[in-house]
């Protein structure tokens, strides 16, 4: 469905900008996908931070060209209040363009520099972000949610793209207050398509499971090499190649009582190059974004899922008292806990992903690789 916002490239359908530049990979124009899936997806994702910890910036997108649907969301979380701002619009012809609402990324320079906007809005929260990447990109080769596909007989759902960190510039306002973010100040940010990866909801899983993340993942980054999840990565220049793999880790986890929320964890990793590292991460307070309210699961109270939103352009959001227990409780799932991190020596701030509470029930079943911290 195109708009009437798409003025000409409406009737140069199913031309788009982007078909003038010489990039194409099949016969088809870019705007054409690959697959005929509903649940074919674009998404970027950015999380930032101050050197202390005290100012958390999550944010993120996705187009879904077979479904004529864009999305995207902001949090900003500072001293236990989580503020979200999501909008929602069709995604038209112009593919290019990556306003959605008053979230506004901007590609700089591809694989370098992007820059990260939320524009003043009726909740309170604004940002202006330049994020420079410093990590050596690495591509991920294509990742199936399983062996097979659901159900059987169907091609299985597959995620590639890839991730890095880098330094962060800029400012966030939050009411009446502008937040200079100073040096020292960091970030990571991935870019993965493919098909499925929880795309509209219960309805559209096929008889699988609702992919909403990992078991757990971790991004941390130290001055000569960082920590994405299932891989180690590099300095630009540095003088190993690509990116080193690790292996499942041995978690022992700490919780909230009540809420089931992690608040610390010893977690053992062993690398590809026989290398090992143990890990102590110590959350910072409230200082959580809690991504069901980027849509991961389905948004609170709404169950808005990524993908199933499928109105007239809209822009909403909410803000929460990280405080109060039942607040927590309610928003839990896959969750981006801020964290003071220590290992061989070196200290950071950075980030330990769970889905909340099923890592408490893992440790709770005994299942290999998840103990309670003791």
């Known amino acids: 469905m195109l708009t009437i916002d798409d003025g000409y490239f409406a009737e140069q359908f199913p031309l788009s900008p982007l078909d003038d530049y010489p990039i194409h990979q099949t016969p088809d124009p870019v705007r054409v996908m690959w697959t005929g899936d509903p649940r074919a997806y674009e998404r970027y994702w950015m999380i930032a ?62 694989l370098r520099e992007w820059r ?36 059987p007989g169907r091609r299985s759902d ?3 793209g890839f991730e890095g960190f880098g330094t962060v510039s800029g400012h966030v306002k939050i009411g009446a207050e502008t937040i200079t973010l100073p040096p020292g100040s960091a970030g990571t940010r991935d870019r993965h398509w493919g098909t499925g990866r929880g795309v509209g ?25 960082a ?5 180690v990565f590099y300095p630009f220049g540095h003088e190993r190649p690509g990116a080193t793999r690790v292996a499942k880790p041995v978690r022992r986890l700490r919780f909230e009582e009540g809420t089931h929320l992690f608040t610390e964890g010893i977690v053992d990793y062993r690398f590809g190059t026989g290398e090992t590292a143990q890990f102590h991460y110590e959350r910072i307070g409230w200082q959580t974004a809690f991504l069901r309210c980027g849509m991961y699961g389905g948004t609170p109270g709404s169950g808005v ?11 909403e959001g909410e803000t929460y008292d990280l405080s109060d ?14 964290c003071r991190v220590s290992a061989e020596g070196e200290t950071a701030v950075g980030v330990y992903q769970t889905i909340d509470p099923v890592a408490y029930e893992a440790c709770v079943a005994g299942r290999p690789g998840w103990a309670f911290l003791t």
């Open 49 to 110: 931070h101050d050197p202390a910890g005290e100012v958390l910036i999550a944010t993120g997108g996705s187009f879904y060209p077979n479904l004529d649907r864009a999305e995207a969301y902001a949090i900003v979380v500072r001293n236990g209040v989580h503020t979200t701002v999501r909008s929602f619009r069709r995604l038209g012809a112009d593919r290019a363009d990556l306003r959605v609402g008053p979230i506004v990324p901007v590609i700089v320079r591809g």
């Open 158 to 160: 597959v995620t590639v």
């Open 305 to 315: 899922h990524q993908g199933a939103y499928d109105g007239p352009d809209h822009t």
């Open 201 to 225: 909801g219960p309805a559209m899983s096929l008889g699988g499971r609702l992919h909403v993340g990992v078991s757990g993942n971790a991004f941390v980054a130290f001055p000569g090499w």
């Open 325 to 338: 227990a039942a607040t927590r409780k309610q928003l839990r799932g896959l969750d981006e806990h801020l």
């Open 116 to 151: 990260y906007t939320l524009e003043p809005n009726e909740w309170g929260i604004a940002f202006e972000l330049s994020f420079q990447d410093t990590t050596r990109q690495v591509f991920r080769e294509p990742l199936s949610d399983s062996a097979r596909g659901t159900p």
């Open 227 to 231: 920590l994405w999840g299932d891989r």
